[in-house]
Antibody, heavy 119, light 108 residues
Framework: QVQLVQSGGGVVQPGKSLRLSCTAS????????MHWVRQAPGKGFEWVAI????????HYAESVKGRFSISRDNAETTVYLQMNSLRVEDTAVYFC????????????WGQGTLVSVSS | SYVLTQPPSLSVAPGQTATFTCAGD??????VHWYQQKPGQAPVLVVY???DRPSGIPERFSGSNSGNTATLTISRVEAGDEADFYC???????????FGGGTKLTVL
């Protein structure tokens, strides 16, 4: 079955950087786009970024454009989220997710990892 | 940017029907997906493309979409259905994935 196991996260000061990882198994990784979605404490979801199956296309939410970068290593079946110039308002649980099809729903989700930006 | 509006809460007695709404401008022209999130857990896709169910999701869950409102319906509500429910779609105008604010289901 599909498994998405996340790592990374933690507490970081404003302006610093952090990288999240999400390692996939149970499906043909290089055939699916992958997303990052975040959820601030006690709040709803905010979509963050998507990368196409071949890694050649990325799209970002306006709130993170220019600061965050999504990438993938299909050989390692891992998707990454590089977060630079972190702000207090980036504090959230970050989820990676597998799409069902391009422009479609998020079929499977990772367990989530907390990123806390605080001085 | 495209906005999806959901009522913050919904209360239903066991065995009754829960009806969730998700409002958006001409949302009937888009494909809407619904997720269930229980406390401390990752979300689960329960309905996609307006009305399709992933494998393993009970037939009690159904969806529809027309005009300016998409709807998720849970028939014969059970205590275990208590969760937050979110609608989501892809907005072609902004090329962004958009989530509604979520509705908290309380089973009385």
């Amino acid at each position: 079955q599909v498994q998405l196991v996340q790592s990374g996260g933690g507490v970081v000061q404003p302006g610093k950087s952090l990288r999240l990882s999400c390692t996939a198994s149970g499906f043909t990784f290089n055939s699916y786009g992958m997303h990052w979605v975040r959820q601030a404490p006690g709040k709803g979801f905010e979509w963050v970024a998507i990368i196409s199956s071949d890694g050649n296309n990325q799209h970002y939410a306006e709130s993170v454009k220019g600061r965050f970068s999504i990438s993938r290593d299909n050989a390692e079946t891992t998707v990454y989220l590089q977060m630079n110039s972190l702000r207090v308002e980036d504090t959230a649980v970050y989820f990676c997710a597998k799409e069902l099809q391009w422009l479609g729903p998020l079929e499977s989700w990772g367990q989530g990892t907390l990123v806390s930006v605080s001085s | 940017s495209y906005v999806l509006t959901q009522p913050p809460s919904l209360s239903v007695a066991p065995g009754q029907t829960a009806t969730f709404t998700c409002a958006g401008d001409n949302i009937g022209d888009k494909s809407v997906h619904w997720y269930q999130q229980k406390p401390g857990q990752a979300p689960v896709l329960v309905v996609y493309d307006d009305r399709d169910r992933p494998s393993g999701i009970p037939e009690r869950f159904s969806g529809s979409n027309s005009g300016n409102t998409a709807t998720l319906t849970i028939s014969r509500v059970e205590a275990g259905d208590e969760a937050d429910f979110y609608c989501q779609l892809w907005d072609s105008g902004s090329d962004q994935r958009v989530f509604g604010g979520g509705t908290k289901l309380t089973v009385l």
